[in-house]
């Protein structure tokens, strides 16, 4: 399966196109700058230069799948926060549809679908992330919505916990990026927002009780 990756130079975007590789896909890793597209070849991707704030359809061709998983974070200020978590996303959605590409994964964030559990520059955050994957709830595409709870850099487990709401706690990047890839082929995911942490249950398995 050919799999575009928007947000590829970040953390869990380079898991996601290792990943990829390591699972037979052909992993295409979007990055805005000339400079980042060498990490990508390294990682065993194909990198492909565009920038979620414009035009994006050329990523697309040929895809058979979509992951976002770029983000602002909480921290680069309300402007940017939107450009990319809200709008970069509803860009990227729209030119998924216009292509004909069926199938999206979303990494969103857990308490998504309630901002105001965040304060301040985090409110916003979940906002944003909320208002993105409302829109893609109301597309006709594949899509999975992937709402996390706290990001760690420790080993993968490959069990999690998922629900629509779960109770707070920590799951490691490699275990996020391993889940969507694995919500790509599970039908079971299509259609579904979850939230996920670190738990008992085998990745493929947790998938299927959705």
Same mark, same amino acid.
């Given at each position: 399966m050919k799999v575009l990756v928007a947000g590829?130079?970040?953390?869990?975007?380079?898991?996601?196109? +290792?990943?990829? %590789?390591? @699972?037979?896909?052909?992993?295409y890793g979007m990055v805005r700058k000339e400079e980042q597209k060498a990490m990508i070849e390294e990682l065993g991707g194909t990198p492909v230069l565009a920038d979620l704030t414009k035009d994006v359809g050329h990523a697309l061709k040929g895809m058979d799948a979509v992951i976002f998983a770029a983000g602002s974070g909480s921290?680069?200020?309300?402007? +940017?926060?939107?450009?990319v978590?809200?709008? @970069?996303? &509803?860009?990227? &959605? /729209?030119?998924?549809?216009?292509?004909?590409?069926? /199938?999206?994964?979303?990494?969103?964030? &857990?308490?998504?679908?309630?901002?105001?559990?965040g304060s301040g520059p985090m409110e916003h955050y979940l906002r944003m992330k909320l208002e993105a994957d409302e829109y893609l709830e109301g597309t006709e595409l594949d899509y999975t919505i992937v709402r996390p @709870? @706290?990001?760690?850099?420790?080993?993968?487990?490959? %069990?999690? %916990? *998922?629900?629509?709401? *779960?109770?707070?706690?920590?799951?490691?990047?490699?275990?996020?990026?391993?889940?969507?890839?694995?919500?790509?082929?599970?039908?079971?995911?299509?259609? /579904?927002?979850?939230?996920?942490? +670190?738990?008992e249950t085998q990745i493929e398995d947790a998938l299927k009780s959705l």
């Amino acid at each position: 399966m050919k799999v575009l990756v928007a947000g590829a130079n970040g953390t869990t975007g380079r898991l996601l196109i +290792q990943y990829l %590789k390591d @699972g037979g896909h052909e992993p295409y890793g979007m990055v805005r700058k000339e400079e980042q597209k060498a990490m990508i070849e390294e990682l065993g991707g194909t990198p492909v230069l565009a920038d979620l704030t414009k035009d994006v359809g050329h990523a697309l061709k040929g895809m058979d799948a979509v992951i976002f998983a770029a983000g602002s974070g909480s921290s680069t200020g309300s402007d +940017q926060t939107t450009a990319v978590d809200r709008d @970069g996303a &509803i860009n990227l &959605i /729209k030119a998924t549809e216009n292509l004909g590409v069926k /199938k999206f994964i979303m990494l969103s964030a &857990i308490s998504a679908d309630d901002p105001s559990q965040g304060s301040g520059p985090m409110e916003h955050y979940l906002r944003m992330k909320l208002e993105a994957d409302e829109y893609l709830e109301g597309t006709e595409l594949d899509y999975t919505i992937v709402r996390p @709870g @706290g990001l760690t850099n420790e080993d993968s487990t490959s %069990k999690i %916990k *998922v629900g629509k709401k *779960v109770d707070r706690d920590s799951i490691t990047r490699a275990d996020v990026a391993k889940t969507m890839i694995a919500a790509l082929q599970e039908p079971n995911a299509y259609h /579904k927002t979850f939230e996920m942490v +670190q738990g008992e249950t085998q990745i493929e398995d947790a998938l299927k009780s959705l």
